[in-house]
């Protein structure tokens, strides 16, 4: 494996949605997504979509960076514990109900994946700059603005700049 290889680890479904009006170009990109045998369905409620993934990531990702594979995430309990303290910190500052079908569904994306590694330990083991602000950042600074407490996400955040600078890691947004 190398920089230009791509290991396909598990199938999943790509989300469209148009984010202001539906254009003929949306159907052009089913269609061509289709012929390449990858499996593509067209949604309505993007924002919501985008949301839910933001939140698989913040969950996965932390979580991920401590252990080597995902699906010790789901057999270690005390992983699992802390994956639902996250789970339930960024759905609240996300406004993403504390649904079952959703933890199922983040359980499940952790069992599809049992053997994938995170890319936030990836970017750590190479020393290389993670997703931190784009992911916990954005939702410490949103529970921030909405005066929801965020401990835990505070604490992944922290955490993961420390690693960042004790490496010489660019600087983080606090």
């Known amino acids: 494996m190398n920089d230009n290889t791509v290991k396909h680890t598990g199938q999943g479904i790509l ?3 148009a984010v202001t009006k539906e254009s003929p170009l949306l159907q ?5 997504f289709d012929e390449a045998g990858l499996a593509a369905k067209k949604i309505a409620h993007w924002k919501e979509k985008m949301e839910e993934k933001l939140l698989f990531n913040s969950v996965i990702n932390f979580n991920g960076s401590l252990s080597s594979e995902n699906g010790e995430l789901i057999d270690n309990p005390y992983f699992k514990k802390v994956m639902n ?3 339930m910190e960024a759905s609240s500052v996300l406004s993403l109900p504390h649904s079952p079908n959703l933890w199922h569904d983040l359980c499940s994306l952790c069992e599809n994946t049992a053997e ?4 936030m330990l990836r970017d750590v083991l190479h020393h290389r700059p993670t997703e931190l602000d784009a992911i916990t950042g954005y939702l ?5 603005s909405q005066r929801i407490p965020m401990p835990c996400h505070n604490f992944v955040y922290q955490s993961i700049k420390g690693l960042e600078k ?6 983080g947004m606090y």
């Open 85 to 87: 303290q996250l789970f």
């Open 116 to 119: 994938n590694q995170s890319s």
């Open 15 to 17: 989300h469209i949605g």
């Open 28 to 32: 052009q990109m089913l269609h061509i």
């Open 140 to 144: 410490v600074k949103k529970g921030e």
């Open 166 to 171: 004790r490496r010489g890691g660019k600087w």
